[in-house]
């Protein structure tokens, strides 16, 4: 049927008979469009299935991708973790023996120590004991001499006092018994007296007798005296010694007590130290436990992550599903609104060509309404296509101002930039140790000699040396030396400037022939191009010297802009 129509309205038949060619062409050019129009779309649903299923494979590889990665991840970390474990029990294995060793070490020392002190103690003792000995020894020695000494004086004045009365051998007798027992005098006298019967010997000179007889016990008194003086000597010695060997016991057995705490020091201090490494390892074994505990967490925790990945990963391709849902959602609303626009532009077309062919009906059958209101019906049509074009030039013009804005915030952004780029070009010479200064001239300002006023100063890497006051045209340089000038002034004729130090000219950039190149005036589209007047030369100057740059011909109004460098070189 629709094609019949179709047929009628290409051949203008049927109810399209009376219609006009125009308004069927335009018809047949509506028909054509949205024949196009849903062309495009199946192309357009086609793609979008297509680019569905491409991002579901992606998804799918991704996801994949993730779970690999994770999974080689988890490796690698249970790896590490179980370099970690036997690292950690080797490092408390070898700081456990270490300890040990050390602690053997220390008894042994502290045992050898105590040896040697009681050793030491025992040879200090025994040579004390064997000095005591010796003097001891000595002093019997001493006291024997004595005695033999006092006996061998007795003699003497035995044989000198009795002569022949007695023998030597009856008084060596007599003195070795008086040395073996304590005697009294009267015995002494009685010993001698029985000497003296048994000999059988009778003096008629008992006075002499006598007083060799109480001469006899005046010896025996001073040697029994001295004898007594040596016992009660040697009683005292001997006292002295005992004391001393009783000190010394004393001393040795404070020494042996001493030995014997400081060994039971060591004993407790080991078994302190036993009970403490016991507990060292009960702690060591306690944390390894921990520690193990914790891997065993941390490999359950690790056995986890998968899983809790595959959650994340179907939470995120979720996320990610209901993303893209959204966005076709969204496009789809999007093409359902193209469509239901495109379908009301239909419906509004099918409305205009039934209106258009009621008015035709109308015109045939009734023949009452005249051409005018039939010219009204299609300026309404004309009008509605008026509407639509400036519709959709209005969303061209916003379409255009955007990409203007765009445009012209690229263009702000590009002109920071390349500002940033010309302070680093200005400011590249104060990174530099070459003192340099840069003047700026613009306004056209002017001396009424002709002296560039200078704008601004653009820098100055050394305050001291460059001075020049706002608004003036002379530049004072302070230090003697070396310097490069550079100046270029910009101008429509290119002028001629002069370099002037302290008032003198010294350099002249010469405008005309004499210059090594051809300037011709601009014409067209480069009126708004300047050629300036530049130099570049160095000079010596002298300390304070004052520069000024000055335009000499009759071109100074036709000067626009210009600039001035300086570096000291030396």
Not at 95 to 111: C, D
Not at 380 to 391: I, K, N, V, Y
Not at 461 to 479: E, R, V
Request: aromatic content about 4%; charged content about 25%.
């Amino acid at each position: 049927m629709l094609l019949l129509q179709l047929e009628d309205l290409k051949a203008g038949c049927g109810d399209w008979k009376n219609i006009q060619p125009i308004v069927r062409t335009a018809f047949l050019g509506l028909y054509d469009l949205l024949q196009a129009q849903a062309a495009t779309i199946t192309q357009l649903s086609s793609q979008l299935t297509l680019l569905r299923q491409q991002q579901q494979r992606q998804l799918d590889e991704l996801v994949r991708e993730r779970c690999e990665n994770f999974e080689a991840s988890l490796r690698d970390f249970r790896g590490d973790l179980s370099t970690m474990r036997t690292e950690l029990i080797e490092m408390i294995n070898t700081k456990n023996e270490t300890q040990m060793a050390h602690t053997q070490r220390l008894l042994s020392a502290k045992i050898d120590a105590d040896e040697a002190v009681q050793l030491v103690s025992k040879a200090v003792t025994k040579d004390a004991l064997d000095l005591m000995t010796r003097r001891l020894d000595t002093e019997l020695e001493d006291l024997r001499r004595t005695a033999d000494n006092i006996g061998e004086m007795i003699r003497r004045d035995m044989s000198t006092q009795l002569g022949g009365m007695a023998t030597i051998e009856y008084v060596d007798t007599a003195l070795v018994s008086i040395r073996a027992t304590q005697v009294r005098p009267n015995d002494v006298q009685g010993m001698v007296q029985t000497l003296l019967d048994e000999h059988g010997y009778v003096t008629e000179h008992s006075e002499v007798f006598h007083q060799a007889t109480r001469q006899t016990q005046d010896t025996t008194r001073e040697l029994k005296r001295t004898l007594e003086t040596s016992l009660s000597t040697l009683t005292d010695k001997q006292e002295a010694l005992e004391t001393r060997i009783t000190s010394h016991a004393d001393k040795l057995s404070q020494l042996t007590r001493l030995v014997s705490s400081q060994g039971d020091d060591i004993s407790r201090a080991t078994t302190e130290l036993d009970t403490r490494m016991s507990e060292r390892f009960v702690t060591v074994n306690r944390s390894i436990d921990d520690i193990m505990g914790r891997l065993q967490a941390v490999q359950d925790e690790a056995a986890m992550k998968p899983r809790r990945f595959q959650e994340l990963a179907r939470e995120s391709v979720s996320e990610e599903v209901e993303k893209t849902v959204h966005k076709l959602v969204k496009y789809e609303i999007q093409d359902h609104d193209v469509r239901m626009r495109e379908i009301i532009a239909e419906q509004i077309g099918a409305n205009q060509d039934r209106i258009a062919k009621t008015v035709a009906r109308a015109i045939i059958k009734e023949n009452v309404r005249t051409q005018t209101d039939t010219d009204a019906k299609f300026g309404e049509l004309a009008q509605l296509l008026t509407d639509s074009r400036q519709w959709y030039q209005g969303q061209i013009r916003q379409a255009v101002d955007g990409l203007a804005e765009h445009i012209q915030a690229e263009q702000q952004r590009l002109q920071q930039r390349l500002s940033l780029v010309d302070n680093l070009v200005h400011s590249s010479d104060a990174i530099l140790s070459v003192p340099t200064a840069r003047w700026l001239w613009k306004g056209k300002k002017l001396s009424s000699s002709g002296n560039i006023i200078w704008h601004s100063e653009l820098c100055n890497t050394l305050q001291s040396n460059y001075i020049w006051d706002t608004g003036k045209s002379a530049i004072l340089i302070c230090l003697p030396g070396c310097y490069r000038i550079e100046f270029v002034i910009f101008s429509r004729r290119r002028p001629t400037i002069q370099l002037h130090i302290n008032g003198e000219p010294l350099i002249c950039a010469m405008s005309g022939d004499v210059a090594p190149y051809m300037y011709l005036k601009p014409k067209g589209d480069a009126m708004n191009t300047y050629v300036g007047q530049s130099l570049m030369d160095f000079l010596y100057l002298g300390e304070n010297s004052r520069l000024q740059l000055v335009v000499v011909n009759d071109h100074d109004k036709a000067c626009i802009s210009g600039y001035l460098s300086l570096q000291k070189i030396i």
